[in-house]
């Protein structure tokens, strides 16, 4: 039981490059979430998924988009990335129960 | 006012001491209330729920009062794999049960236990 998975752990990329950060849940869980965490803002999500098929905007969605491929997975992708992307991109699922959210390793990223 | 504000620290403190966080929020609709730890360059992992009657697990107590807007933890016997950032977090307008993305993240309190 691995929890929540994320690929790659850590990524440098230029402006304009693109890539897509992976996460995988083997808990079962319905929802998903994607957040980045900057020195002095905390946690601030981007996107999530409430359940297989669906995805929803948060708090700073501008310049990502996502996709639910499965219940088990859920991917970040960056089309054009910029520095204001530098940041530690988080994964978490959960089960429903209130705040309850397991959180994935991170993947931390610069962009140049 | 920033929307849950936390005494950012660092907090050094001997082991076995007795220490204590606040956090305090803005929003007197928040329903619920959780408390976080997040070890260096770890991601964030659950550390307990705060009921408005207050609860304990173990050595950690919560607290939450509302006439203030504040939430607090308290640490008792400090042991050195305490040590960590500890962060507030306040749910949202709209947030329930099944509905975990509205939630208010605080930046945390970090604590340093000492040998």
């Known amino acids: 039981n691995a929890g929540v998975t994320q690929t790659p752990k850590f990524q440098v990329l230029k402006t304009g490059q693109s890539m897509t950060l992976q996460c995988a849940q083997d808990?079962?869980?319905?929802?998903m979430y994607w957040y980045r965490q900057d020195p002095g803002m905390g946690l601030r999500l981007i996107y999530y998924s409430a359940s297989e098929g669906t995805t929803d905007k948060g708090e700073v969605p501008n310049g990502y988009n996502v996709s639910r491929l499965n219940k088990r997975e859920f991917s970040l992708r960056l089309e054009s990335a910029a520095p204001s992307q530098t940041s530690v991109y988080f994964c978490?699922?959960?089960?429903?129960?209130?705040?309850?959210?397991?959180f994935g390793p991170g993947t931390r990223l610069t962009v140049l | 006012r920033k929307e849950v504000e936390q005494d950012p620290g660092p907090f050094n403190v001997p082991e076995g001491a007795t220490v204590a966080f606040n956090c305090t929020y803005s929003n007197s609709a928040s329903q619920s209330f959780f408390w976080y730890r997040q070890d260096c360059r770890k991601e964030p992992k659950l550390l307990m729920s705060v009921y408005s009657s207050g609860n304990e697990d173990g050595r950690f107590t919560a607290q939450l009062n509302r006439a203030s807007q504040y939430i607090s933890l308290l640490i008792r016997d400090s042991k050195l794999s305490d040590s960590a950032t500890y962060l507030c977090?306040?749910?949202?307008?709209?947030?329930?049960?099944?509905?975990?993305?509205?939630?208010?993240w605080g930046l945390g309190t970090s604590l340093a236990v000492n040998p």
């Open positions: 978490a699922s959960s089960s429903g129960l209130p705040g309850a959210q397991f």
């Open positions: 977090v306040v749910s949202a307008a709209g947030f329930n049960a099944g509905n975990n993305r509205k939630l208010i």
């Open positions: 808990m079962n869980h319905n929802s």
